[in-house]
């Protein structure tokens, strides 16, 4: 059962973190949806994200009821299912990108998991070589059989904080996640936003407080600059509607993502 | 009583939102639990519904009706005499003056026929609240008319157009505005579902149906009846009955779903005969899915009924055997609708009338000697359009 390449061997996030840090980075964390605008298509440019310099790939798996989405992710994810986007895809999807050497999170809801099987699906992302799952809809208490199967194949459990996230939650949070927790900005779904939320700094500082080692930070980071002022106090930089609005645009992704990570150097 | 109180009912319910919701999630649970706990919170809904919804609703025995079920005795819940029409009311001035004692001033709300939307707006507006209800862009177009009592009654109704423009997504929709605006904002539920303390709260908001229901027909006809029914959406007006009788193992309990075309047909929205355990609008439940797990549309003629999903308590109920879950078609329900109209000058909303087509089935089952109570959850004015289609008229 045990996988020759896993999260906790030394291929998920907190590695692909822990070497950012060392370059005097934060971590770059981009995000796309799976088989949008088609299945190659969507590969193709998440290998336009991973030349361009992200660290970790978060790799969106498209579901009929987004609720953390904003109209661009949310609009994405609409076609993709529209298109005929299979569960079956995405293993596909990360099988053909984890050679690359790039961690592959997968971001989903919770019932594609659940459908599927907790330990099914931990065996099929572990088997195609993906590091581990970010579950915006699942809180640690509700994740039992998750948690379980994760630690079983040595997958990255990444969950959610939020400013309005007291203390004792940060703390159950913070020590449920393996790779990084991920702190939302703001109090909103995903989308673009004219400035950086005042909320992302003390969320940071209060998670570190509660313990974890490692904190990104994403929902409402989208340009260069926000990138710059998230790297200098996050140990990554989470970005997603600014590169679905590109693709979905046919603009350069490869040239974009370059201009974020050079903007991730403290 | 013996009444479950959540988060889970057996392996159902919980809690699957984004972690930002769970504070107010929290804070929705503690202010419910010590609104129990305070004699002025129960006594101001108790006169509310008196002097403002016209509680109690009579229990209406419908022998016309009956003769077309079998003879049993059938009585009637007539929650379509409440104000606004339906057994929504109840809830909502339930969580409108929860929303006060929480201090926030703006309410949001999800609707799909729209009379969740209209008792929302009601109860906003008597209590001085701003007020948002989400409606699917197909079902703002169906309901013009109740979209435009939300618009009289000061509501801002914004037509979703995301996903299936229907009532799920009225759902999703409001879920992002609350994750945006939790601070000041309360989201008033419309059903048994949705993450704890809705279902438990809703179900307790709904339970005066069941236990005026109970009282009346043991004043009537001096014991329990046989069977208690109601039809079943998320399932708030059936959970609402069913509550006041779980534990009289005497009184069989049966909720009648939406079947469409036919659950063969696969358009259907009969969630807990054709559906499989997962999570949708934060818990586990049962749900109309496929084997990604992705959410299946639902089709029904009723809007009230057409939804992917049911509380969990249902779901509990089912399970265990204590309640039946059955399917009632499109054509059934309109017949039903037009055999009550007809013998007893009483107009069902469509939603109710799959009730009411369970229980003509029921009563040729049990027999002439038999006792049903059936919850007339609604008034069918807003369905004359869609009748008038129907019948050719």
């Known amino acids: 059962m045990v996988q020759s390449v896993s999260a906790a061997d030394g291929f998920g996030a907190g590695q692909a973190i822990a070497r950012a840090r060392a370059a005097g980075r934060a971590a770059l964390i981009a995000y796309l949806p799976c088989g949008f605008p088609s299945l190659t298509a969507s590969i193709d440019a998440c290998r336009a994200l991973i030349r361009g310099g992200a660290d970790i790939i978060e790799l969106g798996l498209p579901y009929s009821d987004p609720v ?186 490869e040239s974009f993502t370059a201009g974020l990570r050079e903007a991730t150097i403290r | ?153 000061g509501a801002e109704v914004i037509p979703v157009k995301t996903g299936s423009r229907t009532l799920k997504d009225a759902i999703n929709e409001a879920l992002r505005d609350w994750v945006t605006n939790v601070e000041g904002t309360n989201y008033v539920f419309g059903t048994a579902a949705g993450p704890h303390p809705f279902p438990a709260m809703v179900r307790d908001f709904q339970s005066v149906i069941g236990r005026e229901a109970r009282a009346q027909i043991l004043a009537e006809v001096g014991r329990l009846p046989d069977a208690a029914a109601a039809c079943v959406g998320g399932g708030s007006n059936s959970i609402g009955l069913f509550s006041a009788f779980l534990e009289d193992t005497s009184v069989s309990l049966y909720g009648f779903e939406a079947a469409g075309d036919g659950v063969e047909t696969g358009r259907h929205a009969a969630t807990l005969t054709g559906g499989s355990p997962g999570t949708l609008h934060g818990a586990k439940s049962y749900l109309l899915q496929d084997a990604d797990g992705q959410t299946i549309e639902s089709h029904s003629i009723s809007a009230g009924l057409d939804y992917p999903g049911v509380g969990p308590e249902h779901s509990y109920l089912k399970d265990s055997g204590r309640a039946v879950y059955r399917p009632v078609t499109d054509a059934a329900a309109m017949d039903a609708f037009s055999w009550l109209t007809r013998s007893e000058g009483i107009m069902p909303a469509i939603e109710s009338a799959h009730g009411l087509a369970g229980a003509m089935e029921l009563g040729r089952e049990l027999g002439p000697e038999a006792v049903l109570v059936v919850c007339l959850s609604g008034r069918g004015d807003k369905d004359v359009e869609t009748a008038v289609k129907w019948f050719n008229l």
Not at chain 1, 99 to 121: C, D, K, L, Q, S
Not at chain 1, 201 to 213: I, S
Not at chain 1, 233 to 247: M, N, P
Not at chain 2, 107 to 125: F, N, R
Request: aromatic share 6%; net charge negative; hydrophobic share 45%.
């Open chain 1, 68 to 253: 953390m989405d904003g109209p661009v992710i949310g609009q994405a994810v609409t076609e993709a299912l529209a298109s005929g986007f299979r569960v079956d895809d995405l293993f596909e999807a990360v099988a053909e990108l984890a050679p690359a050497g790039v961690p592959i999170e997968v971001m989903t809801y919770y019932n594609p998991v659940f459908r599927r099987g907790e330990e099914r699906f931990a065996a099929d992302l572990a088997d195609a070589g993906g590091a581990g799952l970010i579950t915006p809809d699942l809180i640690p208490e509700e994740a039992g059989p998750w948690i379980t199967a994760a630690d079983a194949f040595g997958l990255d459990k990444v969950f959610l904080v939020a400013p309005s996230s007291p203390p004792a939650r940060l703390r159950l949070t913070a020590s449920a996640c393996r790779g990084f927790t991920y702190a939302t900005s703001t109090m909103g779904v995903t989308g673009l936003r004219t400035s950086l939320s005042g909320l992302a700094r003390p969320l940071v500082e209060r998670t570190r407080a509660a313990g974890a080692a490692n904190v990104c930070v994403g929902v409402g980071v989208s340009t260069p600059a926000q990138a710059a002022e998230v790297a200098s106090f996050a140990d990554g930089v989470i970005i997603g509607s600014a590169f679905v609005k590109r693709l979905a645009a046919g603009q350069d992704l």
């Open chain 2, 1 to 153: 009583m013996n009444q479950m109180s959540g988060p889970y009912f057996g392996p159902y319910g919980g809690r699957f939102v984004p972690e930002a919701l769970i504070a107010a999630l929290d804070e929705l649970a503690a202010a419910y639990a010590a609104a129990q706990a305070d004699p002025a919170f129960g006594a101001e809904l108790e006169r509310l519904a008196t002097v403002y919804s016209g509680r109690p609703t009579p229990l209406t025995e419908v022998p016309r009706f009956a003769a077309q079920a079998g003879g049993a005795r059938v009585f009637l819940k007539r929650e379509d005499l409440a104000h606004t029409g339906s057994h929504k009311i109840n809830n909502v001035l339930g969580q409108a003056l929860l929303t006060k004692r929480l201090g926030k001033t703006r309410v949001i709300a999800e609707t799909g026929a729209g009379q969740h939307g209209v008792a929302t707006a009601t109860a906003a507006a008597l209590m001085g609240l701003e007020c948002v209800v989400y409606m699917g862009l197909e079902d703002t177009q169906r309901q013009a008319l109740n979209v435009a009592r939300m618009r009289l009654l």
